[in-house]
């Protein structure tokens, strides 16, 4: 017993090692783990998923490779312009108060921190979506939210989405953008995650439904810009009045927007 005991005085540090060493070839997780490889592949589209901060990798893949449901929408085309639609892109909560109070649908969005906010889509679907990465024509968002409704129970989870953007020029010479989504939705709810096979159509249709009404309203805020650009001046100015800077550039935007050959200098994009 002395002998044993005088072995680990001396010897402490050794036979720490050997046990720390030990521990870690026992169990492999404790070794430095492997860093998450996003796939650059989605629905045929390519995205520049290498550009993702190291600290979404393991969060954005946790969701795609574990998936309930994923679904591509469009090319769905919206008749705005690139300058305008990437500029209420960057301001979901000016994009969903002009679509409120130009009566052309019920959603609510607040700012949250410098590039997460929550919204509310007035018909059971409400949570936060914070901006990963972006780019001209791509953005990556990660979002955790719920919906309530009758046909299926209240549900919660997480979701990726990837958003491809490019303008167009419509038959008319207006401008226009294009956008294809691509998302992946992982739900909370281990009843639901049970009766995969049953309740998946009805939430993969759920989510198509939900991206191609967003879109909609984005195409007939357009028309109404375009259409009528005093009626969206005035709603914007009207108390509670939107930020100056808002007003100013809607202002510029759809004075210029009568005008085809003028160009409105598009918002700065972050590199």
């Not at 490889?37 to 969060?59: D, I, M, N, Y």
């Not at 038959?171 to 995969?196: D, F, H, P, Q």
Request: glycine fraction near 8%; hydrophobic fraction near 40%; aromatic fraction near 8%.
């Amino acid at each position: 017993m002395n002998f044993w005991r005088g072995f680990l005085q001396n010897n402490w540090f050794t036979v720490k090692g050997l046990l720390l060493a030990l521990s870690i070839a026992s169990f492999p997780g404790l070794a430095q783990a492997e860093p998450c490889v996003l796939a650059s592949q989605h629905a045929g589209l390519t995205f520049p998923v290498e550009k993702v901060a190291p600290v979404w990798a393991c969060r954005l893949q946790s969701v795609i490779g574990d998936y309930t449901t994923a679904t591509k929408v469009g090319p769905i085309r919206a008749s705005i312009s690139e300058s305008i639609y990437l500029y209420l892109l960057d301001r979901p909560p000016l994009a969903a108060a002009l679509i409120n109070r130009l009566d052309l649908g019920l959603y609510k969005a607040e700012r949250l921190g410098p590039d997460l906010f929550w919204g509310n889509d007035g018909e059971g679907t409400e949570g936060t979506v914070e901006l990963v990465y972006q780019d001209r024509t791509s953005r990556i968002y990660y979002l955790e939210g719920s919906h309530h409704s009758r046909l299926l129970p209240n549900l919660t989870g997480k979701a990726v989405l990837f958003l491809r953007m490019n303008p167009v020029n419509e038959a008319s010479g207006g401008e226009a953008m294009e956008s294809t989504m691509v998302s992946y939705v992982k739900l909370n709810n281990r009843i639901v995650a049970g009766l995969l096979s049953l309740v998946r159509p009805l939430i993969g249709g759920l989510v198509s439904r939900k991206l191609t009404k967003g879109v909609g309203a984005v195409n007939s805020l357009g028309l109404e810009m375009r259409d009528h650009p005093d009626r969206v001046l005035f709603e914007a100015a009207d108390p509670p009045s939107f930020a100056a800077e808002d007003v100013a550039f809607l202002t510029e935007a759809l004075g210029r927007s009568q005008h085809p050959s003028l160009s409105v200098q598009p918002t700065k994009i972050k590199p």
